[in-house]
């Protein structure tokens, strides 16, 4: 069972910085690109940054470039996402993501709150 949870989650002022994890299991997680993706209160599920198998490639989206790092240790089994420099409208509910065998998978999801 793929099992995916996420964590590191909390409050921040704007311009403070968080770093996510998200622990993986019941899949070979080396071989698979992971992603995260966040969904504000009443909005729809925004996808926000991707890392390949290896880590040497990842995609962020325009909203969140410059600003957020996702990495991966794939002895942890671990997905991280460092974000900087958080803005107001980066408050949501992060969600871990990732497909298999054509099934798209999610974690529990760790609150972000950027307020002053």
């Known amino acids: 069972e793929v099992q995916l949870v996420e964590s590191g989650g909390g409050m921040v002022q704007p311009g403070g910085s968080l770093r996510l994890s998200c622990a993986a299991s019941?899949?070979?997680?080396?071989?698979?690109?992971m992603s995260w993706v966040r969904q504000a209160p009443g909005k729809e599920r925004d996808w926000v940054a991707a890392?390949?198998?290896?880590?040497?490639?990842?995609y962020y989206a325009d909203s969140v470039k410059g600003r957020f790092t996702i990495s991966r240790d794939n002895a942890k089994n671990t997905v991280y996402l460092q974000m900087n420099a958080l803005k107001p409208e980066d408050t949501a509910v992060y969600y871990c993501?990732?497909?298999?065998?054509?099934?798209?998978?999610w974690g529990q999801g760790t609150q972000v709150t950027v307020s002053s």
């Open positions: 019941g899949f070979t997680f080396s071989n698979y690109e």
């Open positions: 890392i390949s198998r290896s880590g040497d490639r990842t």
């Open positions: 993501n990732v497909r298999t065998s054509g099934i798209r998978h």
